[in-house]
């Protein structure tokens, strides 16, 4: 179950992922790991047909995906893992899910949020759990598209 | 008392695009159109899905009792199709139509005082997909 690409973009899927990383990675799955999403009808369907056919889709709740990626479900598919929020990327980590590296690729303008990137912005919150994930080891690289240059922000969020 | 302006259902439009092609669409109508009210642009710009939905929200909610709202999304399967459709389920005076270029925005300018709202989305996507073609001169 390598996982290609752990992402943080609270669109999760979308133009860049689909047009930018899913053509650079060439992954077997998108895994949205969401639980609203997971639990909303419409959203499902709506971001299965943003993926092309030949990539497989499926959404989980963070602590169905920490099951399916520790175990076999997804044995020896390619993985994009998709997660809203810092935090829900942390309870990732937190449930047992090793992952050397941690895309940041979209975290937009919020009330009480500041700008670290021009598409990253922290709140205190998020701030906390990109600290907690660099305190496991976890490479924090800041890139929207993968034509763009990756910036490695752990000693930002630290 | 007269309800002569209300009786006249106004249909309004929100156009919602990635980067200024809302802004630009509604300006180069407006150039081509002439002046007109209850068209309003939107940026997916630096938002996030829940943002941009909270904005285009408070445009409807700021609308008159009869006022119906077309919903233009440049692109239907990302952030701004996801923002647009989460607010078109809470609301029955929504409607999407995406794709959305400018034979489209004029088409509404044109037909929003004769054709009624139920019908409008169809008319304007058939407008916009009517307007994307193959072009040899030779067959034209």
Redesign the interface.
Known sequence: MPVKLARIDDRLIHGQVVLGWVPALKPDRIVVANDRVAGSDWERKFYSACVPPEVRVSFSTIEETARQVSGDVFKAEGLIVLLESARDALTLVNLGVSIQAVNVGGLHYREGSVELLPFVFLTGDERTALRELVKRGITLSAQDVPSNPARIINSLVV | MTRAATSNKMISAIVVT?GRLADEFVATARKIFGDFRGVYPLTNE??????LADEIEAIIEHGGPDETFIVFVD?L???C??AT?AVE?RYKNVRVVSGVNLPMILAFLNKRNEVNFERLPSELASRGRDSIQSVDTDQL
Request: glycine letters at 14%; zero cysteines; hydrophobic letters at 20%.
């Open positions: 990635h630096d938002k996030t899905p829940q943002s692109f399967f990302g952030s199709g996801h459709l389920r």
